[in-house]
């Protein structure tokens, strides 16, 4: 019952027929070792436990696993380096074209105000947007107190800084 709701439980060795005695007093003085003794006694065949051969077989599926995948690594790395060997050898491209990065939400509503010469109202900012009213005058507070927009008349803003 122990074992039942601490999984996954695997058989570590099995030994000769013993009573439930003797087997309580091998497991307490298994138990009373280090882990580094306690492994090297049960794969040592002290005992009269033994590794299972199922184990052994896992052990041997996870070895052979593991040197598929580091040749495949070999060879993955060694085409890298193939690659950047030929890719120095070909004749330069144009230079690339510079991406912009993405307008903030705040960016777009700032070049809005900032194009208007009587100012923008909120409503008109949703319409231009297309963000939600909340948004809008959560921007617009914001940027209220930092002083980069001021507001003119009722609702209307005016960019209080220069804002590119």
Same mark, same amino acid.
């Given at each position: 019952?122990?074992?039942?709701?601490?999984?996954?439980?695997?058989?570590?060795?099995?030994?000769?027929?013993?009573? *439930?005695?003797?087997?309580? =007093?091998? !497991?307490?003085? +298994? &138990?009373? /070792?280090?882990?580094?003794? #306690?492994?090297?006694?049960?794969?040592?065949?002290?005992?009269?436990?033994?590794?299972?051969?199922?184990?052994?077989?896992?052990?041997?599926?996870?070895? *052979?696993?593991?040197?598929? =995948?580091? !040749?495949?690594? +070999? &060879?993955? /790395?060694?085409?890298?380096? #193939?690659?950047?060997?030929?890719?120095?050898?070909?004749?330069?491209?144009?230079?690339?074209?510079?991406?912009?990065?993405?307008?903030?939400?705040?960016? *777009?509503?700032?070049?809005?105000?900032?194009?208007?010469?009587?100012?923008?109202?909120?409503?008109?900012?949703?319409?231009?947007?297309?963000?939600?009213?909340?948004?809008?005058?959560?921007?617009?507070?914001?940027?209220?107190?930092?002083?980069?927009?001021?507001?003119?008349?009722?609702?209307?803003?005016?960019?209080?800084?220069?804002?590119?």
């Amino acid at each position: 019952m122990y074992t039942k709701s601490r999984r996954p439980v695997g058989l570590v060795g099995i030994g000769p027929e013993m009573t *439930k005695s003797e087997a309580l =007093k091998l !497991e307490y003085s +298994i &138990k009373q /070792l280090p882990a580094d003794k #306690k492994i090297a006694a049960l794969t040592r065949n002290e005992n009269g436990m033994t590794i299972s051969k199922r184990d052994l077989q896992a052990l041997n599926k996870s070895v *052979k696993a593991l040197e598929k =995948k580091m !040749e495949k690594l +070999i &060879k993955d /790395l060694d085409e890298g380096e #193939k690659a950047k060997t030929t890719k120095k050898a070909l004749p330069k491209k144009a230079p690339a074209k510079k991406r912009t990065a993405k307008l903030t939400a705040t960016d *777009k509503v700032l070049r809005i105000i900032n194009r208007s010469k009587k100012g923008v109202d909120a409503p008109n900012l949703v319409k231009k947007t297309g963000f939600n009213d909340k948004k809008i005058q959560n921007i617009l507070f914001r940027n209220n107190k930092l002083g980069r927009i001021k507001r003119v008349d009722r609702g209307k803003y005016v960019v209080g800084k220069r804002v590119h």
